[in-house]
């Protein structure tokens, strides 16, 4: 390695804990996940050995309490476990983040028996989750989704057709919102549905730019029976569930993003102090060190931002807009930084012989994800301006 090859992230860790598991984390991500990372996606291959290996491990409950089998550890530890995570892949890095999203319902809002029931499976025993609000005609109006769950005795039936689901189709278990009551959002509630549930079916896999080996489908619901014991929180609170667990879940698209673009740097740093035109590195040119500058940067501001977000969450305070911003911030990083990671590599950087062009492919669905920035430019002038039509 030579002076000016990427060394690894600095992290600031709290504990010796932390910088271990973070130690664990690369080994993994190095020996399990990195080296299978561009030919499983180009071949549309979901890693289903590799979440195995993450649950054996005790990383797909990091931030919920240990008694039930997570890892009791905070978010600005977890926030960075997935930020390595996706820098090896994407696919492992969105697909711990929407595990974790989908296990928030019961995890904050579940009765005590519910948890104790359900939680060391989702968290420790192998399950893999989905999180099912957006709907064919309600994205980013959420609040106006149609899936209906009626009641029957001491059952729910549910009807309905939920889209854009990340693990539709090979979810063990779905975090549910549906329609129990009136219109808007004080007439959704939230449901924990098996993903062998009879009535249940996913959907032919989208067929995305990006992210192939990350299925994405809608998740069909046709007379599911589900019964009240597998209700979250009370009849009508399944909205306010879901948007407390987006503030928490775009930490963790954020977090993602810093990963791909570092990823993208580090692969940009690599070319470029090798490459050789006029007789010297092409990182020796004044351009390129500028980009260089500016892609590092921007990824230390999006890191030092999810952080920030992270330690108010950790600390119990209102964390919204600040999770807003990172998500933003944090996804916009990515887009810039690899796209410029594709330019500085040339035409190299637009082959599939290099990971750049997948990384900018990626790049793109993080910016729509969980909120697309647009919303999230919303959400932040709300808390900084005011409610618009005041």
Same mark, same amino acid.
């Given at each position: 390695m030579s002076d000016r090859d990427p060394q690894p992230v600095e992290r600031q860790l709290p504990t010796e804990e932390a910088r271990d598991l973070l130690a664990l984390v690369r080994e993994i991500a190095q020996r399990e996940i990195a080296p299978r990372a561009a030919e499983e996606e180009d071949a549309g291959r979901f890693p289903r050995e590799t979440f195995a290996l993450l649950s054996?491990?005790?990383?797909?409950?990091?931030?919920?309490?240990?008694?039930?089998?997570?890892g009791d550890q905070p978010y600005e530890v977890y926030l960075q476990v997935l930020?390595?995570?996706?820098?090896?892949?994407?696919?492992?890095?969105?697909g711990v983040s929407v595990h974790t999203l989908a296990s928030?319902?019961?995890?904050?809002?579940?009765?005590?028996?519910?948890?104790?029931?359900?939680?060391?499976?989702?968290?420790?025993?192998?399950l893999l989750g989905a999180y099912c609000l957006s709907e064919p005609s309600s994205g980013s109006d959420a609040a106006s989704l149609r899936t209906k769950a !009626? =009641?029957?005795? *001491?059952?729910?039936? $549910?009807?309905?057709?939920?889209?854009?689901?990340?693990?539709?189709?090979? %979810?063990?278990f779905y975090t549910v919102m549906a329609r129990t009551g009136e219109d808007g959002p004080r007439g959704?509630?939230?449901?924990?549905?098996?993903?062998?549930?009879?009535?249940?079916?996913?959907?032919?896999?989208?067929?995305?730019?990006?992210?192939?080996?990350?299925?994405?489908?809608?998740?069909?619901?046709?007379? !599911? =029976?589900?019964? *009240?014991?597998?209700? $979250?929180?009370?009849?009508?609170?399944?909205?306010?569930?879901?948007?407390? %667990?987006?503030?928490?879940?775009r930490l963790g698209i954020a977090a993602c993003a810093i990963g791909l673009a570092q990823a993208a740097l580090d692969e940009a740093v690599r070319y470029a102090t090798q490459r050789r035109q006029f007789g010297r590195p092409v990182a020796d040119f004044q351009g390129l060190r500028f980009m260089i500058a500016d892609m590092a940067t921007q990824i230390e501001a999006g890191r030092a931002l999810y952080l920030a977000a992270a330690r108010l969450r950790?600390?119990?305070?209102?964390?919204?807009?600040?999770?807003?911003?990172?998500?933003?911030?944090?996804?916009?990083?990515?887009?810039?930084?690899?796209?410029d990671a594709v330019q500085i590599m040339g035409g190299y950087g637009y082959t599939a012989d290099f990971p750049?062009?997948?990384?900018?492919?990626?790049?793109?669905?993080?910016?729509?994800?969980?909120?697309t920035n647009?919303?999230?430019?919303?959400?932040?002038?709300?808390?900084?301006?005011g409610p618009e039509g005041r």
């Open positions: 054996e491990s005790g990383l797909l409950g990091l931030p919920y309490p240990s008694e039930y089998g997570g930020e390595e995570l996706a820098a090896a892949r994407l696919t492992v890095g969105l928030y319902a019961l995890a904050t809002y579940g009765t005590k028996q519910q948890q104790v029931e359900h939680l060391p499976a989702m968290l420790g025993g192998g !009626v =009641r029957e005795g *001491d059952h729910w039936v $549910i009807d309905g057709t939920k889209a854009w689901i990340t693990h539709g189709g090979i %979810a063990d959704i509630t939230a449901f924990l549905v098996p993903g062998d549930a009879p009535g249940l079916s996913g959907a032919a896999p989208e067929k995305k730019m990006g992210l192939k080996g990350s299925p994405t489908a809608q998740v069909h619901f046709d007379g !599911v =029976r589900v019964p *009240d014991d597998r209700r $979250i929180g009370e009849e009508g609170q399944g909205f306010s569930i879901a948007l407390a %667990a987006l503030d928490s879940g950790d600390a119990g305070r209102p964390f919204a807009k600040q999770a807003a911003m990172a998500k933003l911030h944090c996804t916009d990083t990515a887009m810039k930084v690899t796209t750049a062009e997948r990384y900018m492919r990626e790049a793109k669905v993080l910016q729509i994800v969980e909120g647009q919303i999230q430019r919303m959400v932040i002038a709300r808390h900084v301006a």
